[in-house]
């Protein structure tokens, strides 16, 4: 495993699991590995957003869709992408 994605995983997992921890510290080492800002900022993006999305479903008891169900909204979501109109279409 490239060092950039070892140090930006790393990072990601201690915002995932523990965020209080977090310091400069932990960012500089992460740039120091080789990862922009930029993508720093993006991957921590990502995983807030996921993380929400993820207590958002276990919150309103949100089920992942059965392989078939998803596989049959795929064109649709490749189509419109996220927007609901295009899922509602299909």
Known sequence: MRPELRAALGFIEQLTLRPDELSSADVDEVLSAGVSRQALRDAAAVCSLFCMIV??????????????????????MLEGGYVLGAIRQR
Do not use: H, K, N, Y
């Open 55 to 76: 207590r958002l479903a276990d919150s309103f008891g949100w089920d992942v869709p059965t392989w078939e169900r998803l596989q049959a909204r795929a064109p649709a």
